[in-house]
T-cell receptor, first 112, second 114 residues
Framework: QKEVEQNSGPLSVPEGAIASLNCTYS??????FFWYRQYSGKSPELIMS????GDKEDGRFTAQLNKASQYVSLLIRDSQPSDSATYLC????????????FGSGTRLSIRP | GAGVSQSPRYKVAKRGQDVALRCDPI?????LFWYQQALGQGPEFLTY????????KSGLPSDRFFAERPEGSVSTLKIQRTQQEDSAVYLC????????????FGQGTRLTVV
């Protein structure tokens, strides 16, 4: 089992709709969770971090964390074509506090 | 500088050649990470520095890979006797805090071994 799992996509969402990206992780005692956006040919860009159960909102982005289910998600409201990118879920496991472990990413495409 | 700076942006090496990749982290950032990213994959952890101390090198794929950060700022990732499977984008990230809190990435070095 991979430490961080994501559906590779592509996930196609119409412009203006809500895009929902999901991620599961295997280390139950993980403490920190991140979503990075990566445009083609560019480096990952941190867009959200979340550390406690529940929702965290920042503009059009909402991160949701459920530690009991070992599940973290990212919602993007009012999706724009500029949101088309690969979204990487990342976890900082307590067992390896110096690492951030990344999933393989979900490719999101916003169609006009 | 304002962000993490990596050089060179692109490197083509002949198989068997040694390469050195440089990372200049955000000023004052304690933590520095090196990652390797293959096409279509997420970044894979290579090594972690806290200031000048290399606290985790568990991700380095072989003893051909070596990293250093002698003064706790600039870091160099060296790959000896490059192989074709070393072709990837090498990403450096830095973080203000110790451990792995929010980390900010440089633009990466794309290494192609021919």
């Amino acid at each position: 089992q991979k430490e961080v799992e994501q559906n590779s996509g592509p996930l196609s969402v119409p412009e203006g709709a809500i895009a929902s990206l999901n991620c599961t992780y295997s280390d139950r005692v993980s403490q920190s969770f991140f979503w990075y956006r990566q445009y083609s040919g560019k480096s990952p860009e941190l867009i959200m971090s979340i550390y406690s159960n529940g929702d965290k909102e920042d503009g059009r982005f909402t991160a949701q964390l459920n530690k009991a289910s070992q599940y973290v998600s990212l919602l993007i409201r009012d999706s724009q074509p500029s949101d088309s990118a690969t979204y990487l879920c990342a976890v900082n496991p307590l067992s390896s506090a110096s690492k951030i472990i990344f999933g393989s990413g979900t490719r999101l495409s916003i169609r006009p | 500088g304002a962000g993490v700076s990596q050089s060179p942006r692109y490197k083509v090496a002949k198989r068997g050649q040694d390469v050195a990749l440089r990372c200049d982290p955000i000023s004052g950032h304690v933590s520095l990470f090196w990652y390797q990213q293959a096409l279509g994959q997420g970044p894979e952890f290579l090594t972690y520095f806290q200031n000048e101390a290399q606290l985790d090198k568990s991700g380095l794929p072989s003893d051909r890979f070596f990293a250093e950060r002698p003064e706790g700022s600039v870091s160099t990732l060296k790959i000896q006797r490059t192989q074709q499977e070393d072709s990837a984008v090498y990403l450096c990230a830095s973080s203000l805090a110790t451990g792995a809190r929010e980390a900010f990435f440089g633009q990466g070095t794309r290494l192609t071994v021919v």
